[in-house]
């Protein structure tokens, strides 16, 4: 599976941006994917994961009620919707697959995607 990250930009803080997460291959469907960043200076940290079905999510506290993770497996891509973001937010977002959501959560996926970069402006 490769993955390719889109979507990153500068914002406002309080504004949105959707990232995306494109992916090859044709069994997209049966991955769970996630959404990682990483700050500058700091380890990169879990953000969402959904199931391979979209019945799933789970988010990190940091983003919850603000960040929602989803997917459509017609189109081979999981986004992450970003709404009321922070300066703290900034960092650069990596998307990433694996068979099961666990790997995902615990930061150790099959597979990753490049990174693309948000910055969030006060």
Known sequence: VQLQASG???VQAGGSLRLSCAAS??????????WFRQAPGKEREFVAVINWSGGFTDVAASVKGRFTISRDNAKNTAYLQMNSLKPEDTAVYYCAAAPDSSSIRLGVPNYWGQGTLVTVSS
């Open 8 to 10: 990153g930009g500068a």
């Open 25 to 34: 291959g044709r069994t997209f469907s049966s991955y769970c994917m996630g």
